[in-house]
C-alpha cells in the first residue's frame, strides 16, 4: 500500500488532477482508506467519487480502478450497471419523475410527457445551458401520494401535468436574474393561452 | 449491558415516558416527511415552548403509522386519555392541538381530522412486525428498548441454543417474505448444518417492486426490530457476521439503520460479547446503486462484493457458497422483523395467525386506486374484498373496482371476480399471481390491462442485467408485440407470438426476473383477454386510454 501523498503518479495525466481540485480526489481516498483498500468497496467508493464530482468522469474511474487496483474495464463495468451512477454531467437543477405502478395508475406519463414537450427535451437528457436534467425512477415508495415528483431531492406530491410543469418553471426562475426572470415570466404568458 | 441493565433502561425510559402530561408522536417516515411532517414536528415543538410546556408535554419522531395518504400524522398519547391520530397535519393547527391536549383551558380540536384507533382502516390489521412502528422513536434506542426491543435476544441467548430458535421459527410457519415464500426455518436449518470457517447473514433490503415499501418503512420506523431479528439469525445458524442491503433509493432507511448499529453497538447490544454472553455479531450497511435484479439473492451477493450485480446459476445455493465463499443466510428484511415476536411469544402464537399453509401476518403496502392509502398488516388468508373495501375504504370517486395487482413486475392482476379470494401464497398462484414482496396495487375501469402489461414488461427490459438471451432479448420483443397492441397496430397472430415468447422466457431464463417477466402478460390475458381482442380486432381501447391511431381517448 503507498502512501497517500504519493498518490497521484507520476504519469502524464498528473497534471489533470492538479488542476480539478484535488480536495475532491481525497475524498475518493478518505472512503478508501475507510475501507482499507477493499476491492469489495467499489460501489461505495464510486458513490462518494460520484457525490463529490456530480458525475463520474473518465479520469476519476481511471483513478479510482488505479487506486483499488482493479481493471479500468471492472470499474467501468460496474459504473454503467448501475443507474445511480452517471458518466454525463448532471443539470444544475435535477427533476425526477415517479413511473412506479402507483404513480403510472395515477398517470405521471401525462407529466413526464408535459414535462419533456415544455423544456423539449426526453428523459435522461439534461437542457443545453445545463440548467435541468429531467429523469425517470421506478418507484421511490411515496405511493400515498402518486403522481410523485422530486425537485432537488424534494418530493411533490399528488401532482398534475399543470403543476409539475408550473413547479419546475418557478424553480428555474429563482436561479435566474430578476430582469431575465421578467422576461421569462412574459414569454410564458404569451404561451400559455 | 446485560439482561438486568437492558431491563433497567426499560423500565427508567417507562417512568420518563409515564411523566408526561401528553406526548405527541409525529411520523419522520418519508412519506410524511415529503407532505411536510419534519415542519409540523418543529411548529408543535415551538408550540409548546411558547406555551412553556417543556416540562409536561413531550413532542417525538416515530415511525409509519399506516395510512400515508393522510400524512402528516401526528399520535397523541395523553396521559390516561385515550390516544388517536390526527391527519393532514399542518404547522398552523401544531398551536391548537397543543393547547387541546396539554393547555390549562379546554379548548378542542377538530374531530374531523381526527382517526380513531377504531377506525375501519385499523379494524381488520394485526400488527406483529409493525407492532413498534409508529409507537418508538427510531433514534433513540431507548424508546426501543422500553417497547421491547432485545427482550426475545436476550431470552434466546440465556435460555435457548440455536436448535431451539431454529424450531421455535419452524413451528411458526413463518415463510420468507420476500415473495417466494421458501420457509424461513428450514432455511435456518440448512444453514445452520452448512460447513463453513464463518458464516454470514444479509438482510434483503433491495426492494425492488414498484408499489412497494414495507421494507423501507420498517427500516425507518423500527430499525432494532430488524437488526434483532438478524441478530437472532446469525445466533441459531452460527454467524458473526451480517449485512443489511439497502436498496440506493432509500438514503434515509440506510441513515436509520446505521445510527441504529452505532447505537447498539455502544450498548453491547450488537458487536462482541452481546448482552455478556460469548455470541459475536457484527453488522454493515450496504448501499445499492439502482438495479432492480439485486433484489435475486445471487445479484445482491455480487453486489456486496462490489461487482455487477448479475446473477449465477444456482445450485450452490448461497447456504452452501455464498458470499466470498462463505454459507450465507439471506432473508427479507420484513422476515426478520417477525422474528423477535415469533421467540418472544413462541411459534405456537404466531402460527394462530394466517391460513394452514400460510402462517401470520403479511404488511402490504396498499397503493393505488382506494380511498385509504397506506401500509397495512394484515393476516394471511384475510380476502382481497376486506382489503381493498373494509380497510382501504373502496375505489375513491364512485369508479368500480377492475384489478389488483400484486407482486410487482414479477406479480400478475387479480379481476374482480377473485375479490373473495384469500391472500396466501397458495390461492394468489392458482391465480397467476405472486404474494411478492407485497406491493398491493388497485387500479379502477381508468386502467387498461395491455397497457399495463406493457408498462411492467417495459419495467422488465430497462431491469434486465443482459446476461442471459432469453431475458435480454425476449423482453424487447415482448415490449415491442405489446406496443403495437396498444397502438392499434396488432395482428391476431401477434397475440399467439405473444404466449409463446411468454412460455419461452418462463422455461430459459437464468433467473426470477425473466421467469417471471411474463407473468403480467399472462395473467392480464387470462382475466382480461377481452381487451385485448379489442384492441387488436375492434381497434377501440375499452379504458380509453391507449390511443389506438387517432380512434381513441375520448
Known sequence: MDSLDSASPQSPRTSDFRDNADARFKVIDRVIKRHQFQQDALIEVLTAAQESFGYLREDVLAYVARRLQLPPSWVYGVATFYHFFSLQPQGHHQCIVCLGTACYVARSAEILAALEKRFGMKAGQTTSDGELSLTTTRCLGS??????????????????????????????????????????????????? | MNRVELQAMAETERNRQKAFQCRFLCCVGTPCLSAGGGVVQEALKQAIAVQGLDATVEVVGAGCMGPCSRGPLVRVLPAGGEEAIYEHMTPEKAGALVEAFAGPGCSSFPEESRISSDSPFFGKQVKIVLSGSGRVDPDRLES?????????????????????????????????????????????????????????????????????????????????????????????????????????EYPLAAQRIQRAIQAAERQGLLGNRILESRFNFRVDVRMGAGAFVCGEETALMASIMGRRGQPVPRPPYPAQRGLWGLPTLINNVETFGNIAPIIQHGGEWYAGYGTEKS?????????????????????????????????????????????????????????????????????????????????????????????????????????????????????????????????????????????????????????????????????????????????????????GVCDLSGNSME
Open chain 1, 143 to 193: 405511493c400515498g401520494l402518486a403522481p410523485v415528483l422530486v425537485l432537488d431531492g424534494e418530493i411533490l406530491g399528488r401532482q398534475s401535468a399543470e403543476s409539475a410543469v408550473t413547479r419546475v418553471e418557478a424553480l428555474l426562475h429563482e436561479t435566474e436574474s430578476p430582469s431575465s426572470q421578467a422576461v421569462s415570466r412574459s414569454t410564458e404568458s404569451e404561451e400559455k393561452p
Open chain 2, 144 to 248: 426501543c428498548v422500553a417497547e421491547g426491543a432485545y427482550t426475545a435476544l436476550a431470552h434466546a441467548l440465556r435460555e435457548m441454543t440455536p436448535e431451539e430458535v431454529c424450531q421455535e421459527v419452524v413451528r411458526s410457519g413463518l415463510r420468507g417474505r420476500g415473495g417466494a415464500g421458501y420457509p424461513t426455518g428450514v432455511k435456518w436449518n440448512l444453514m445452520r448444518k452448512a460447513q463453513g470457517e464463518r458464516k454470514i447473514v444479509v438482510a434483503n433490503g433491495d426492494e425492488g417492486d414498484p408499489g412497494a415499501y414495507m421494507d423501507r418503512t420498517l427500516m425507518e420506523s423500527d430499525p432494532h426490530r430488524v437488526l434483532e431479528g438478524m441478530a437472532l439469525a446469525a445466533y441459531a445458524v452460527g454467524a458473526d457476521q451480517g449485512y443489511v442491503y439497502v436498496r440506493g
Open chain 2, 359 to 543: 402462517r401470520g401476518t403479511k404488511v402490504f403496502a396498499l397503493a393505488g386506486k382506494v380511498s385509504w392509502t397506506g401500509l397495512i398488516e394484515v393476516p394471511l388468508g384475510i380476502t382481497l374484498r376486506e382489503i381493498v373495501f373494509d380497510i382501504g375504504g373502496g375505489i375513491p370517486g364512485g369508479r368500480s373496482f377492475k384489478a389488483a395487482q400484486t407482486g410487482g413486475p414479477s406479480g400478475g392482476c387479480i379481476p374482480a371476480a377473485h375479490l373473495d379470494t384469500p391472500m396466501d401464497y397458495e390461492s394468489l398462484q392458482e391465480l397467476g399471481s405472486i404474494m411478492g414482496s407485497g406491493g398491493l396495487i388497485v387500479m379502477d375501469d381508468r386502467s387498461c390491462m395491455p397497457d399495463v402489461a406493457k408498462f411492467f414488461m417495459e419495467f422488465c427490459m430497462d431491469e434486465s442485467c443482459g446476461k442471459c438471451a432469453p431475458c435480454r432479448g425476449g423482453t424487447v420483443q415482448m415490449v415491442r408485440l405489446l406496443q403495437r397492441i396498444t397502438d392499434g397496430g396488432a395482428a391476431p397472430e401477434d397475440l399467439e407470438q405473444l404466449k409463446e415468447l411468454c412460455l419461452l422466457l418462463k422455461e430459459t431464463s437464468l433467473c426470477g426476473l425473466g421467469q417471471t417477466a411474463p407473468n403480467p402478460v399472462l395473467s392480464t390475458l387470462r382475466h382480461f383477454r377481452e381487451e385485448y381482442d379489442a384492441h387488436i380486432r375492434e381497434g377501440r381501447c375499452p379504458a
